[in-house]
């Protein structure tokens, strides 16, 4: 039994002593780098944007689901109240709502920081030109409830306030059936109030308007 103890010990030792040697020759600091764990590199949240966000977002914020929004040329504020809204169940969106829950304050500045670089991407022209008569109506909507008050003349928005032009027309729907119903809520109370005064049939033009909104 001692016989094979030893010669178990000695093969090992042949198995490893290469290895042992060869350290031994290296200088002190290149032992000492070598036996460190790997520090990871530290990832951007523009990377993890594109590996978390881009899926259904696009990677240019762009998304080709007409009910996902678009978050190209969206304001950070904005997109940091409405991840903390997500992560705070206030509204509902179930992916959303998944994804928002696991992230720290950190991340929601991160992310929203790295959005609110995003520049604006155009829409693509449409398959058959805007209909004139439902343009002009969605432009004097606009104008009559305020829209361009708080979104701008260009509509692009800022701080805590999005950008609508250019934005899916399907989102734009849902979201305003959504303030008007009460089931989409709001950081605060505007968009509810501004809502109410628009009559039911109107919404849908007003969202044809803002999809299609020329820029200025």
Known sequence: MVK???????????LVSPLALAQQ?????????ASAPATPAKVSY????????AACHGANGRAADPLVPVLAGQPSLYAITQLFLFREGRRGNEAMTAVARTMTDDDMRGFSESIGTLPPVPAPPP???PDPARMAKGQALA??????????ADLA????????GGQHEDYLKASLHG???????GYTQAMGA??????????DVLAYYLARFPGK
Not at 4 to 14: F, S
Request: aromatic share 6%; charged share 20%; net charge positive.
């Open 4 to 14: 094979g103890a030893v010669g178990a010990a000695a093969l090992v030792w042949l």
């Open 25 to 33: 020759k290296k200088p002190p600091a290149a032992r000492a780098a």
């Open 46 to 53: 523009a990377e993890r944007f594109a590996g978390l966000c």
């Open 127 to 129: 398959a058959t030109p």
């Open 143 to 152: 104008e009559q409830h305020k829209c361009v008050f708080c979104h701008g």
């Open 157 to 164: 928005g800022g701080q805590q306030v999005p950008r609508i």
């Open 179 to 185: 303030f008007k119903s009460g089931t989409r809520p």
């Open 194 to 203: 501004a809502v109410s005064q628009v009559p039911l049939e109107d919404l």
